[in-house]
């Protein structure tokens, strides 16, 4: 396939374990319903319980990185499979008390499995063909999601909810196994750069790249209200007499388009200038959620996933892969750290705000998150006036040179 050429065999193999990976990880699809049906806790306590995993999801994406530039990348992605995956296995056994100290860690641990995959990319693909390896992780993903909760349903349905945390834990010790074997751990091409003491601080690297900034923040905002579609958009539906399998048809919709148009839009984007890709993008899913402001019918709600996936196609690779580009060497797992916790922080941050602000003044959501969405953009967009360090460019190269991976 054309559009794979330039990704190197190594993030196939990535991107196939990620796939893997992501059929089984359908805990927290069902950890509310868990910890309500099966545990017996009352709707504020499992709402406690899973809001602590989810700050320990974003806390292990914002420090994750930072291991790897002093550890390995791919020596934490290993042990942070191996804590994820134990502690996903004890779950169903632990006392509620101990829920909330172990579930924190399991999801802290996945958080840095994710920073360290973002990394290994970003260290195994030079700069000028990231795009397409990074839109192959996001294939990889979204396809093991699609197939995921369904299988997890099944499972619960045939066996027991606890066989739920046993399959996702068993499911990522094998891809721990899985990626020890495919991830190669010594690489001359992209070896771990030695440690510098003159070398910049993050902070220092980050104020040379105004443009990384303004990125990151925007990425905070419109993650923000990305989210909404999983938290009050089916309140909004429902409020508005639209079923269940409408919204499940819905989100069918966004997986569906992405599965199909993100690798080659990608690749027939790669040699376009990033900002602007991005910044399209981010004004798209705020034309997506403005959409709703007259009201929830069924085109409405339909233009408004589309717009929205539309956004997310063009903004999300490419975010990933501008911030990889941009990166020193030394900080290289610290940038997509802080693009991995920004871009995940609406999971923890949706919910309260948009539920609260919806619960005040319904009326009032989406023309906000339309104005934050947009103002998102807009910034973006001008940020491409913002001048960085000099940099040499380097050209891609031919395809025909296997890259490693970085050793750890």
Known sequence: MRMLRDVPRTVRLMALGAFLNQVVSFTFVYLFVYLTAVRGLTVPQAGVIAGIGGIGLVAGNFTGGWFGDHYGHRRMLLAGALVSGSALVTLPVLPIAAMYGVLPIAQYAAGVVRAANAALVAVTVPEGSRRQSFALMRAGSNAGFTIGPPLGALVAARFSYDWLFVVDGLGTLLFAAYASKVLPARGAAHARPP??????????????????????????????????????????????????????????????????LELPVTHALRRRAPLSIVGSGLLLVGLGFAVLVPGAGVMFAVTMMASVTAGEILYKTTATAYVADQAPAHAQGRFQSLYGGASISGQVLAPPLGGALYAAAPGLLWPVCAVLAGGAGAAVLAARRLRGPARMVVPAPAPAPERQAQSG
Do not use: K, M
């Open 195 to 260: 440690r510098d003491p003159d070398a910049p601080g993050l902070r220092r690297e980050l104020r040379a790249r105004p443009a990384v900034l303004v990125l990151l923040a925007a990425i905070l905002c419109v993650d923000l209200v990305y989210r909404q579609q999983y938290t009050t958009l089916p309140v909004f539906l429902a409020d508005h007499g639209r079923s269940t399998q409408f919204y499940g048809w819905l989100l069918a919709i966004n997986g569906g388009v992405i599965l199909c």
